[in-house]
């Protein structure tokens, strides 16, 4: 984007350097999928940018952009909320899962962030990987060899 063409998403002035920028959820076009523009945050607006996105996590919104401010990591640092990614965290299919694209309460993640993804293998006990027991005596390991 060209500097003469930046404006504030919120007061839309002119602007020559963001104080803050962020990118939204969404496409613009989807032939081929290409990413929303970015927002670019003055800094006349900033504190109300921040301001906006600390009344969020205090309503319990856990929603957030696809490309963070700055404003809305120091937000979720100051609620002690982690985001959690594209893979989700935790064990897939329980209840033991968090599910991709939001915050979560910081002591809610690091509990679940050592448990395995795959969860474990029912027969041995073991920790699954992959989909697969990570035990190669076990009968549900990849690599299994049944002995003759």
Known sequence: MIEEDMQCALCE?????????????????????EPLD???ICRKCYKKFEKGWD???????????YLKS?????MAKKHKLVWVGSNGVGVL????????????NKKVYDALDSLPYWGWCLKC???????FCSDVKCEDSF???EEK
């Open 38 to 40: 970015p927002g670019f």
């Open 55 to 65: 009344k969020h996590f205090e309503a319990g919104l856990r929603g957030g952009d």
């Open 143 to 145: 690599n299994f060899k």
């Open 125 to 131: 006990g073991a920790r699954r990987s992959g989909g």
């Open 13 to 33: 002035h002119k602007i020559r350097k963001p104080a803050d920028s962020y990118t939204l959820f969404g496409c613009s076009n989807y032939d081929p999928p």
């Open 93 to 104: 299919g329980t209840k033991y899962f968090l599910d991709p694209y939001k915050y979560y």
């Open 70 to 74: 700055d404003a809305e990591r120091k």
